[in-house]
């Protein structure tokens, strides 16, 4: 069974671009959740995606958005990059049940820099 | 404010020298402890699942314990092999929504 694959694994940009992150997850998996991983603050949720829809939100500013589709593959994107959104971006997959407590599977993420 | 604490930051091993890594959290309504395992350049994978006071859990070299206000993750006799940075979250509910929340790890060595 494929696991959770992100691409790309790596990405420079530069200051006010704008980048897009996809993930795809384990097949039968409906629930998607995105992380931001820095060595200062660790894993810091952004958002969790199921069926299509936003599940759940953290505190990160309006330019992290995301969506997901019909078979379940999400993406992320962050408009008008700052220097501080350098960091591995990880995505993470589980089937999604709403009392929660699920393992989640986590994709290897997309390291980005931001010059 | 709910908070997740891991200690040591780093811990170094020599083969065979068994230890223990901390969690400690203040959340409120806890739902379900975790731990999970992550190796340079890859996303974390998952270990145990801890949910009362009281609970074990084992696997191979690695047994995970929980009290009320900490977790436990013994390694038993490591093995180079298990160098890696643990990762402990703790998942809780806040109104409608749950979250979870992640401590910063501890980066263990295992030396040969």
């Known amino acids: 069974k494929a696991g959770v694959t992100q691409t790309p694994r790596y990405l420079i940009k530069t200051r006010g671009q704008q980048v897009t992150l996809s993930c795809s997850p384990i097949s039968g998996h409906r629930s998607v959740s995105w992380y931001q991983q820095t060595p200062g603050q660790g894993l810091q949720f952004l958002f969790e995606y199921f069926s299509e829809t936003q599940r759940n939100k953290g505190n990160f500013p309006g330019r992290f958005s995301g969506r997901q589709f019909s078979n379940s593959r999400s993406e992320m994107n962050v408009s008008t990059l700052e220097l501080g959104d350098s960091a591995l971006y990880l995505c993470?997959?589980?089937?999604?049940?709403?009392?929660?407590?699920?393992?989640?599977?986590f994709g290897s993420g997309t390291q980005l820099s931001v010059l | 404010e709910d908070q997740v604490t891991q200690s040591p930051e780093a811990l170094r091993l020599q083969e065979g020298e068994s230890s223990s890594l901390n969690c400690s959290y203040t959340?409120?309504?806890?739902?379900?402890l975790f731990w999970y395992r992550q190796d340079p350049g890859k996303g974390p994978e998952f270990l145990f699942t801890?949910?009362?006071?009281?609970e074990e859990k084992e696997k191979e070299r690695l047994k995970a314990t929980l009290t009320k206000k900490e977790s436990f993750l013994h390694i038993t006799a490591p093995k180079p092999e298990d160098s890696a940075t643990y990762l402990c979250?703790?998942?809780?509910?806040?109104?409608?929504?749950?979250?979870?929340?992640w401590g910063l790890g501890t980066s263990l060595a295992v030396n040969p």
């Open positions: 959340v409120s309504g806890l739902r379900g």
């Open positions: 993470a997959s589980s089937r999604g049940q709403a009392e929660g407590n699920e393992k989640l599977f």
């Open positions: 801890l949910y009362s006071a009281g």
């Open positions: 979250a703790v998942q809780a509910w806040a109104g409608n929504n749950r979250k979870l929340i």
